[in-house]
């Protein structure tokens, strides 16, 4: 069964920062494309960054910058470094898995739970 | 970038009966179009893929169409686990993948 187990999130003053992570188990991850994924309290879907089997990671504009993803083949773990952080950050962060997906139809065939981001003062 | 607009913003309809939701590109996607539902407090669960092939586990009733810019999920007959909010989103030109702002399926 897959598994996408979000955690790190909290809150942050403007300007903090803060590590989200993501453990991954019951598919290949070594060779899965990553995303991360949020929304911001009653609001729709926003596409953050994403991170490809080898470390290649694209990112969204409002985050190019300020967020980096990385991951751990050792312990098939992802993770989101968010520095700079603003209050328009604040938002549920989804962990994505592609799976079934390929690298030429990359959709997000597996979602974590989140964990919640707030950066207020 | 493409952006993805979906109509209407709310759809009511009764248990039973048919729904169509729409979404549009802003330019050609080809085929690379999901669809998502997202129920209140779960997280996004996919329903189709490559515009038309329904992921793993989805019923029959859901069903997607288009091509290009044009995109339609049709669910067939409303089950009460039906009513959520559903999103499109594009894979086809990326990054960044854009996701249309969703439309809520309610009772009507």
């Known amino acids: 069964e897959v598994q996408l187990v979000e955690s790190g999130g909290g809150l942050v003053q403007p300007g903090g920062s803060l590590r989200l992570s993501c453990a991954a188990s019951?598919?290949?991850?070594?060779?899965?494309?990553m995303s991360w994924v949020r929304q911001a309290p009653g609001k729709g879907l926003e596409w953050v960054g994403r991170i490809k089997s080898g470390g290649t990671t694209d990112y969204a504009a409002p985050v190019k910058g300020r967020f980096t993803l990385s991951r751990d083949d050792s312990t098939n773990t992802l993770y989101l470094q968010m520095n700079s952080l603003k209050t328009e950050d604040t938002a549920l962060y989804y962990c994505?898995?592609?799976?079934?997906?390929?690298?030429?139809?990359?959709?997000?065939?597996?979602w974590g739970q989140g964990t919640l981001v707030t950066v207020s003062s | 970038e493409i952006v993805m607009t979906q109509s209407p913003a709310t759809l009511s309809v009764s248990p039973g009966e048919r729904a169509t939701l729409s979404c549009r590109a802003s330019?050609?996607?080809?085929?690379?179009l999901a669809w998502y539902q997202q129920k209140p407090g779960q997280a996004p669960r996919l329903l189709i893929y490559g515009a038309s092939t329904r992921a793993t586990g989805i019923p029959a009733r859901f069903s997607g169409s288009g091509s290009g810019t044009e995109f339609t999920l049709t669910i067939s007959s409303l089950q009460s686990e039906d009513f959520a909010v559903y999103y499109c989103?594009?894979?086809?030109?990326?990054?960044?993948?854009?996701f249309g702002q969703g439309t809520k399926l309610e009772i009507k």
């Open positions: 330019q050609s996607v080809s085929s690379n």
């Open positions: 994505i898995a592609v799976i079934t997906g390929t690298a030429a139809h990359p959709y997000f065939d597996s």
């Open positions: 019951g598919f290949p991850f070594t060779s899965a494309w």
């Open positions: 989103q594009q894979y086809n030109n990326w990054p960044p993948y854009s």
